[in-house]
Nanobody, 126 residues
Framework: QVQLVESGGGLVQAGDSLRLSCEVS????????MGWFRQAPGKEREFVAS???????TYKDLVKGRFTISRDNAKNTVYLQMNTLKPEDTAVYYC????????????????????WGQGTQVTVSS
């Protein structure tokens, strides 16, 4: 059974940085395209970033240049480095995994993913 466990969230001030981690167990990370999503109170879950099996990446426009998704297959862990955080980045951040044959494939829709973590809260104060 595949499990995803996020960590690294917290309360920070605007302009600060955080690095979220998502550890995958039960199957090798290299089999998956990975994604990060977030959900703010009263809003729908939204795409943040995705990384393919061969490290092709894509981002939500509002986080381009501030957030970086990366993966370490040896550690079975995916990261989301978040810099220059803004109050509007406040949300619960979820890690997701999509098993795929295609090494270059990216996914940006939440219902394309097979497995989800429990989420980690990120709160950015102004």
């Amino acid at each position: 059974q595949v499990q995803l466990v996020e960590s690294g969230g917290g309360l920070v001030q605007a302009g600060d940085s955080l690095r979220l981690s998502c550890e995958v167990s039960g199957r090798t990370l290299s089999s998956y395209t990975m994604g990060w999503f977030r959900q703010a109170p009263g809003k729908e879950r939204e795409f943040v970033a995705s990384i393919s099996r061969i490290d092709v990446t894509t981002y939500k426009d509002l986080v381009k240049g501030r957030f970086t998704i990366s993966r370490d297959n040896a550690k079975n862990t995916v990261y989301l480095q978040m810099n220059t955080l803004k109050p509007e980045d406040t949300a619960v951040y979820y890690c997701a995994a999509k098993s795929t044959y295609y090494s270059y494939q990216l996914y940006t829709m939440w219902d394309e993913y097979d497995h989800w973590g429990q989420g980690t809260q990120v709160t950015v104060s102004s």
